[in-house]
């Protein structure tokens, strides 16, 4: 592989300059890769040209390269330090999870409103990278809302046995087993309970989804464990905090399951703007139980009761 001759040191300058020219063929995302390589070479004169050229590059083609999972360390560490105002290249560095965590950091407040959004779509990677949380809590990017999760993620201390005591009889029913997934959770700090609450057991998140730390909640429902019956389940529950069934609603994958979004509906714990836009989809059978429940916000219900009538009054005069 010719990343690996660079590397060893067995090309020579010949080809090398090749490379920086032109004369030799590759595809450009590799060519940017390589010549991100040959941009450290111990000789000189190939550094220099090779610098050159990966000023005249396109952007699409550090784009592309950037884009690679299998991409060179360097290649990430280069674009970084000499493309990042470059429109959209800190954004690709993030999007990449292959990129180094020490690599991303100096460019955060780089970063698109996005592309932050994105990095919180994978708390896997945030909660195991102290060094970009912290350098998010310190940017212009992030909103008041991801702050407070960043600096919940910052937390050390444990929350305590007491804290989850009642969500641990709802979610396990066995004592013995309740009593050591309680015992296990109590010890753990933030970024731990969002480490359980992504790669855990079912159990471990019909805990940690009424976790206090909302972090910990959008952990659960980023889980690639999690099963439909879950959040059926979830979205049915007013043990849950209005921003679990908000989070809930927001996903596109989540709404497809109209169990859940017929559970949302009728939860009187779901933010009445939820409820409100959710409701245009529920079928007329369900629709007609809707307008006699007492339990929902009569607000709910009195959309409910007039878009019965509207449906009732196009079909009469269809």
Do not use: W
């Amino acid at each position: 592989m010719l990343r690996e001759e660079i590397r060893s040191g067995l090309s020579t300058q010949e080809r090398k300059i090749a490379i920086c020219t032109g004369a030799a063929s590759l595809p450009p995302e590799e060519r940017i890769e390589i010549l991100t390589l040959l941009a450290a070479d111990s000789d000189e004169i190939v550094r220099e040209k090779a610098a050159g050229t990966l000023l005249t590059q396109p952007l699409a083609n550090v784009m592309a390269a950037l884009a690679r999972t299998d991409a060179a360390p360097e290649m990430f560490a280069y674009c970084a330090a000499e493309f990042s105002r470059r429109p959209g290249v800190a954004d690709a560095l993030a999007k990449n999870p292959t990129c180094p965590i020490e690599v991303l950091r100096p460019v955060v407040h780089y970063l698109s409103v996005t592309a932050v959004q994105d990095l919180f779509e994978d708390l896997d990677r945030l909660s195991t990278s102290p060094a970009l949380v912290a350098a998010l809590i310190e940017s212009t990017v992030v909103n008041a809302e991801q702050r407070d999760q960043l600096l919940e993620l910052q937390r050390e201390e444990p929350e305590g046995i007491e804290a989850f005591v009642e969500a641990a009889e709802l979610a396990e029913p066995d004592a013995a087993k309740r009593e050591t997934l309680l015992q296990k959770i109590s010890r753990l700090r933030v970024v731990e309970r969002v480490q359980m609450a992504m790669k855990g057991t079912r159990e471990a998140r019909g805990v940690l989804i009424r976790d206090s730390c909302k972090v910990v909640q959008r952990a659960v429902l980023q889980s690639p464990q999690l099963t439909a019956r879950e959040v059926e389940s979830f979205a049915g529950m007013t043990s849950v905090s209005d921003e679990t069934l908000r989070l809930i609603a927001s996903h596109r994958k989540f709404r497809k399951n109209y169990t859940v979004t017929k559970a949302l509906i009728n939860n009187p714990k779901t933010p009445l703007q939820v409820s409100l836009h959710l409701l245009p989809t529920i079928t007329p059978q369900d629709l007609k139980i809707l307008t006699t429940n007492k339990n929902v916000p009569d607000t709910l219900r009195a959309s409910a009761n007039r878009l019965q009538r509207q449906r009732s009054a196009n079909r009469d005069s269809g």
